[in-house]
């Protein structure tokens, strides 16, 4: 159908790959138009491909994904990427967002949860885990010391309270009720609170190029 | 009334300049020959150097020939005419002669009635004065004594007639002023020098012990000299004698400067240059005038000289003193300034008493041997003083450091065991990360293959418990994971994992986890277990219970930790209880935990409690 969103799969393993790709199109409204076993192979095939969302597995055999999900953020930086892993643990995903991904699915989640939060990340929110959570909450406090003689906290403060409840294991639901808001404005919050996270990587990455020389002041 | 520093110099000042003179006094009082009634003594009406104003001589030129001892040979002679008119007043005349030692002739109404000690019995003879009685007719006759001497001595001393008595008592004094005084004193100097000495062979590195000792030596060796008459030694080590007082004098000077800590290296050198040189000239002079026989022109001028030189010496290191009084005004060198300027005046006194004819000055005796001892006790007593405190100080320190020693080695042992237990950290902490690795790229993987190839043969146990083996490898790399610190976020993680999968079930569940709980920290195998043991009983309740409401409560308690799961189904079937149980009671009681399980249609509650140590409960 014209309307279904189109997914994109980058999985070594091929009969995960094959596993993800029958569940997610068992979904209503959602249609795998690529899929990829390699770096080489996924930057190939999306080179000429339409595609509404990527699914990217972090680990493959010709290097990480990392570097891929930095070049297709800045090409189409509409298009999510999520990151397929076993266990979600934070610090490859960190890795990820800051390069640009919106966040992370489970590879063994039922076909229906998947769908959901394929559909989610198109609609522009991004999950989040306990883990990713305190590591972000550690990370802007490290940030915001950082930068105290501008006296510019890079979270608001409902942000800030989005992931401390994040961090307490609480879903997005509970957490909207807590807060008195819908389920979309905490995605979207998170999407935010990731985009930051992006935009300072990227920028501290700029300031210790500049500390140590290899950036003229032009940038 | 506060005296001020400057009030003090002032009266130091004056002290420095009045005590020589009461101490001159004092040595004039202690060697008075003349406190009888001058008509008891007869002193010589007139004296002459000259020959011709003698009576006719019996053809006996001075030579050394007849002296008792022989001593001093190759010294040239020389003669003095003293003579008489002895009153009817005295009885039993003696004739008595301070440093009588030499020949004397003894002329009685123009004739000769003796000559040397060895003819006549003398009434005493000691190492500085003989007193001989006068033959019998003496009263109202005219006396003539020639006293025939070695020249440097031949000014010296003093010739009168007196009665007997007299003439012992003085005797007596003269023993005790030039014979006992002084070796009580070298006495006294002799035991500071050893006393000093051993300090200086315990503490080599304090060098002017060591000068204090070798000076006091030498100039004990002088004042062995010049009492001990009887001690052969040679005309030549007597001159160098006297360059012992120079050298005595440099050491002080060397002294000061260091023990007062006032450094004047070129003061130094200059004044030991000058010593040296004048030790050479003194070595060239000497030995041209005893090959010679010719000296007196040498000897009176060099002695001058050398004269001046200590005068000029002794100045310098009292003015030295005088800086250490201005740097540091206490006992030390208050004491020791004034002491300086004793040794000047008294020696300028010598320095006169030397130059000057006889009888210009009263005494008989040099004074500055006997004062110049003065200074060295101060400086024994001193350094006596000093080393005292010093051991006293170093037995202090000894004991501080000691204590300091015993608290650095017990900081490094429990350095030393800190490190070692964070080395033991270190190697756990490499340890996990590698399992995680291990798992995480490996087993998880697989397990996922795994599921998707159940999927393809549709078999649902096989599913099922694929991702049991799943949940349970996230258990353990939860419980593994160094970013969750706390029990509160081992809950949160596990709370995110089942939270869609309860709500999928239908459940209606109730998250109670105590903010209590961030601050209990599980070891990895501790956590696993407790987390094992709450998913095995959330997920009873889910397959068996039958309920909606799932209540999970995880509460930090004053004894420990709380786990309470609850669900309001109809009571889970007695196999089902049974089986739950083992499985959790096995994992409970290697935790050291208590496990309760209370049953009833409508409430089954599984509680755990687990003991803390180490753990402060929440307040």
Not at chain 1, 91 to 115: C, F, N, T
Not at chain 2, 361 to 377: D, E, K, R
Not at chain 2, 544 to 564: F, K, P, Y
Request: charge should be negative; hydrophobic fraction near 45%; include cysteine.
């Amino acid at each position: 159908m014209a309307d279904d969103i189109r997914v994109f799969v980058l999985e070594d393993d091929a009969r995960t790959r094959a596993s993800l790709l029958r569940r997610l199109n068992a979904a209503a409204c959602i249609e795998t138009v690529g899929d990829a076993g390699a770096l080489a192979e996924a930057r190939d095939a999306l080179a000429a491909l339409e595609v509404d969302v990527l699914l990217f597995d972090l680990q493959l055999p010709d290097g990480n994904a990392i570097e891929l999900i930095r070049e297709q953020h800045l090409a189409r930086p509409d298009i999510p990427v999520l990151v397929i892993s076993v266990f979600g643990d934070e610090e490859r995903v960190i890795a990820a967002i800051e390069a640009g991904a919106r966040g992370y699915l489970l590879k063994d989640e039922p076909g229906e949860d998947l769908a959901e939060s394929v559909r989610r990340a198109v609609e522009g929110e991004s999950p989040i885990s306990p883990a990713i959570a305190r590591h972000l909450i550690r990370r802007f406090q490290v940030e915001s010391e950082r930068r105290v003689n501008t006296a510019e906290n890079p979270l608001s403060d409902r942000e800030l309270e989005v992931l401390r409840l994040a961090s307490k294991g609480l879903t997005y639901q509970e957490t909207a009720d807590l807060l008195g808001v819908t389920v979309n404005t905490i995605g979207t919050y998170t999407r935010r609170i990731y985009q930051k996270l992006a935009v300072t990587s990227r920028a501290q990455a700029v300031f210790e190029a500049r500390q140590m020389g290899w950036m003229g002041d032009g940038h | 009334m506060a005296i001020s520093r400057r009030q003090r110099l002032i009266g130091l000042g004056v002290l420095y300049l009045t005590l020589p003179l009461l101490v001159l006094l004092l040595l004039s009082w202690l060697d008075r020959p003349y406190d009888v009634p001058g008509d008891y003594r007869v002193q010589a009406t007139d004296w002459a150097r000259s020959f011709s104003e003698v009576p006719p001589e019996d053809g006996w030129s001075p030579t050394s020939e007849g002296w008792p001892d022989g001593r001093r040979d190759g010294e040239p002679f020389t003669s003095i005419w003293y003579r008489f008119e002895v009153p009817q007043s005295v009885p039993t005349p003696v004739l008595y002669i301070a440093y009588g030692y030499g020949n004397f002739d003894v002329w009685q109404d123009g004739q000769r009635v003796f000559r040397t000690a060895e003819a006549v019995q003398p009434l005493h003879y000691n190492h500085s004065s003989i007193s001989v009685p006068l033959i019998d007719n003496a009263i109202g006759s005219s006396v003539f004594v020639r006293l025939t001497r070695q020249a440097s001595a031949a000014r010296y001393g003093f010739v009168y007639i007196a009665p007997a008595e007299l003439a012992k008592r003085d005797a007596e004094e003269q023993a005790f002023i030039q014979q006992q005084m002084p070796t009580t004193v070298l006495t006294v100097m002799l035991s500071f020098a050893v006393v000093v000495g051993a300090m200086f062979l315990m503490r080599p590195r304090e060098r002017h012990y060591g000068w204090y000792a070798l000076t006091i030596a030498l100039w004990a060796g002088h004042s062995i000299h010049n009492m001990a008459e009887s001690i052969p030694f040679s005309h030549f080590w007597f001159f160098s004698l006297n360059h012992l007082l120079l050298n005595w004098l440099l050491a002080e000077l060397f002294f000061i400067n260091r023990y007062f800590a006032i450094p004047a290296p070129r003061l130094e050198r200059f004044c030991a240059w000058v010593c040296i040189v004048l030790g050479i000239v003194h070595l060239t002079i000497a030995s041209q005038a005893i090959h010679s026989l010719n000296f007196e022109g040498y000897f009176f001028n060099y002695y001058a000289v050398l004269e001046v030189w200590y005068l000029v010496l002794a100045i310098i290191v009292s003015a030295r003193y005088f800086t250490a009084v201005r740097r540091q005004l206490n006992f030390d060198s208050a004491s020791l300034w004034l002491a300086s300027g004793i040794v000047i005046i008294v020696g300028f006194r010598d320095f006169l008493y030397a130059i000057l004819p006889p009888g210009s000055l009263p005494g008989s005796v040099f004074y500055l041997q006997y004062v110049a001892t003065i200074p060295l006790v101060l400086f024994g007593i001193q350094l006596i003083r000093r080393f005292a405190r010093d051991a006293y100080t170093a037995e202090l320190r000894n004991e501080e450091l000691n204590q300091l020693v015993e608290e650095r080695t017990a900081a490094l042992e429990s350095t030393y065991r800190k490190l070692s237990e964070e080395e033991r950290k270190r190697a756990l902490a490499e340890e996990r990360s590698r399992l995680m690795r291990d798992m995480h790229d490996g087993l998880g993987g697989q397990l996922v293959h795994a599921l998707a190839l159940s999927e393809q043969v549709d078999d649902e146990d096989l599913q099922r418990s694929l991702r049991l083996a799943l949940d349970d490898l996230r258990l353990i790399v939860d419980s593994l994971s160094p970013s969750a610190n706390s029990l509160q976020d081992l809950m949160a993680s596990y709370r995110h994992r089942v939270s869609r999968l309860l709500q999928r079930t239908g459940f209606n569940v109730d998250w109670h986890i105590g903010d209590e709980t961030d601050s209990v920290q599980l070891k990895p195998n501790e956590a696993l277990s407790v987390l094992r043991i709450v998913q095995e009983a959330v997920t009873n309740a889910v397959r068996h219970s039958g309920g909606d409401v799932l209540c999970i409560s995880v509460r930090q308690l004053a004894d420990g930790l709380q786990l309470t799961v609850r669900d309001n189904g109809e009571g889970m079937p007695e196999a089902v209880v049974e089986r739950g149980l083992r499985n959790m009671k096995v994992r409970a009681s290697e935790l050291g935990a208590g496990l309760n399980i209370r049953s009833e249609p409508g409430d089954t509650t599984i509680t755990m409690h687990l003991p803390l140590s180490g753990v402060a409960p929440a307040s």
